[in-house]
């Protein structure tokens, strides 16, 4: 119900005429009125009910099945010689081919629209601070991709789940109207001063709709891409956040979901809801009504995974083959303009970023050092420091942000656990206040008051840049 009378007359008019050789064949077919009146009859709560506010052939059906148990029916029927019925039959092959054409104009629409022919689904991984995230964030600049309307983001973490994710009901402040009882009927408080009925905020239970539903109702409304960025993927349990959506990662060469999911019946009737909102769009009928789910073409799912993390939950091989793994290496980046094209010098050269440490240190040079020996320590690229690690103001990265950054991390997640032989043993080694040759330890670092000691950054700062691989010091 609820559709648009004159555009539906159109397309049936136009599917008439483009499948019938008979001239009359679009008079005789187009003739609703005894059809209507006969419809009315089944839908008496209906003041005005027409044939063509059907746009289901499946519900459809099941209309024209107690049509044909309606004594009227079966009498004008017959009167007319089965004009009535054939009509009938027209309309359902026109609801067929409507319903199996939307979608598939939907699926090529969709195709079509996709960004460079980029990968559906795609994780990037790779070291802390190698720019993963801010790879994505210029894809997404380069393919003239809104951010605020067509890019939809969540971080996971220890504590995300299903509900989290997906959506589940939750208790929210709603309007509701008041009403009271009187003799067992219902009535409505009309407020004096207004002559409208009264309503007061109260808490119910409504479903809540989270990253995921969010993305994949925005996609199937629009033919525009739709991207879906989930931070840190693998700081959750992903087998528990995605659940039976597991299944809609398989994608055919369309795009769309090789298989269907059934949703729970809260997540059904929210879809259903929704996207009856947008009856003017073409969406196949069991999407619309919830009964099944699919991801469509257009709607992307990018993510980021810290490999330095990657054993808080283990992804399983299931999992991680519906994906595209895309590397992002340590490397000393460039630098770009807004419209992501790099920035050349007077010799039409690349221009690297040019970070330092407080003190006048090459932050390159400070990494290619200590990659070097985390590399020695843990035999693994995985933990090693990427160029934007630590967040540079002006280019320069203060001896507090590389202490509370840079210096936390390595004794908190590399020296703690690893170790170096005994002849790199100089690197954990300083002179103190006193001239006296000490053990660098964390809290060398600060006095105090918690200020961080230039002077000990400064040292540590020259064990690395001083270590030899090959001598060990």
């Known amino acids: 119900m609820g559709m648009n009378r004159d555009n539906q007359l159109k397309l049936f008019k136009d599917f008439i005429v483009n499948c019938t050789t008979n001239a009359n064949s679009l008079k005789n077919y187009i003739?609703?009125?005894?059809?209507?009146?006969?419809?009315?009859?089944?839908?008496?709560?209906?003041?005005?009910?027409?044939?063509?506010?059907?746009?289901?052939?499946?519900?459809?059906?099941?209309?024209?099945?107690?049509?044909?148990?309606?004594?009227?029916?079966?009498?004008?029927?017959?009167?007319g010689k089965n004009q009535y019925s054939t009509t009938?039959?027209?309309?359902?092959?026109?609801?067929?081919?409507?319903?199996?054409?939307?979608?598939?104009?939907?699926?090529?629409?969709?195709?079509?629209?996709?960004?460079?022919?980029?990968?559906?689904?795609?994780?990037?991984?790779?070291?802390?601070?190698?720019?993963?995230?801010?790879?994505?964030?210029?894809?997404?600049?380069?393919?003239?991709?809104?951010e605020k309307e067509q890019v939809i983001r969540t971080t996971f973490h220890p504590d995300s789940d299903y509900s989290t994710f997906v959506g589940c009901y939750k208790p929210i402040m709603k309007s509701v109207p008041q009403t009271y009882v009187v003799e067992g009927k219902e009535k409505p408080?009309?407020?004096?001063?207004?002559?409208?009925?009264?309503?007061?905020?109260?808490?119910?239970?409504?479903?809540?709709?989270?990253?995921?539903?969010?993305?994949?109702?925005?996609?199937?409304?629009?033919?525009?891409?739709?991207?879906?960025?989930?931070?840190?993927?693998?700081?959750?349990?992903?087998?528990?956040?995605?659940?039976?959506?597991?299944?809609?990662?398989?994608?055919?060469?369309?795009?769309?979901?090789?298989?269907?999911?059934?949703?729970?019946?809260?997540?059904?009737?929210?879809?259903?809801?929704?996207?009856?909102?947008?009856?003017?769009?073409?969406?196949?009928?069991?999407?619309?009504?919830?009964k099944i789910m699919r991801l469509p073409a257009n709607l992307y799912i990018w993510a980021t995974m810290n490999t330095s993390d990657q054993s808080l939950f283990p992804i399983d091989s299931a999992f991680k083959r519906r994906w595209e793994w895309k590397y992002t290496k340590i490397v000393w980046p460039y630098r770009k303009n807004d419209d992501g094209a790099f920035k050349l010098n007077e010799n039409g050269e690349k221009i690297h970023f040019n970070y330092t440490i407080e003190g006048g240190h090459d932050w390159w040079e400070f990494l290619l050092k200590i990659n070097a020996i985390i590399d020695k320590m843990t035999n693994s690229a995985d933990k090693q420091l990427g160029y934007f690690f630590a967040k540079a103001k002006d280019d320069v990265i203060s001896y507090d942000t590389f202490v509370s950054k840079v210096c936390f991390y390595l004794w908190n997640d590399i020296f703690k656990t690893y170790a170096l032989d005994e002849q790199q043993s100089d690197l954990f080694s300083y002179t103190n206040a006193e001239g006296q040759k000490a053990q660098l330890t964390f809290p060398a670092f600060y006095d105090g008051d918690g200020n961080v000691i230039k002077e000990v950054a400064e040292a540590f700062i020259g064990n690395v840049l001083n270590w030899n691989q090959q001598n060990g010091n």
């Open 88 to 146: 009938v039959g027209w309309y359902q092959r026109f609801l067929n081919a409507k319903n199996i054409f939307s979608k598939q104009d939907k699926i090529i629409r969709c195709i079509n629209n996709r960004t460079d022919n980029l990968p559906l689904q795609q994780i990037f991984y790779g070291a802390p601070g190698t720019g993963k995230s801010h790879r994505i964030k210029e894809i997404i600049q380069e393919n003239g991709i809104d």
């Open 31 to 79: 003739d609703f009125k005894r059809i209507n009146e006969c419809l009315q009859q089944l839908f008496p709560e209906t003041k005005d009910v027409s044939i063509l506010d059907f746009d289901d052939a499946k519900t459809f059906e099941t209309v024209v099945n107690r049509l044909d148990q309606l004594e009227s029916y079966v009498e004008f029927n017959a009167k």
């Open 189 to 290: 408080v009309i407020n004096s001063g207004t002559n409208l009925q009264s309503a007061k905020d109260e808490i119910v239970y409504d479903y809540t709709p989270q990253a995921f539903v969010q993305a994949y109702t925005k996609a199937w409304i629009t033919d525009k891409t739709i991207i879906l960025v989930i931070e840190e993927i693998n700081r959750g349990n992903c087998a528990q956040i995605f659940g039976d959506i597991f299944q809609l990662l398989d994608r055919g060469d369309d795009g769309v979901s090789d298989y269907e999911i059934k949703p729970d019946k809260a997540l059904e009737d929210y879809l259903k809801g929704y996207f009856a909102k947008f009856g003017e769009v073409e969406i196949p009928e069991q999407i619309r009504t919830g």
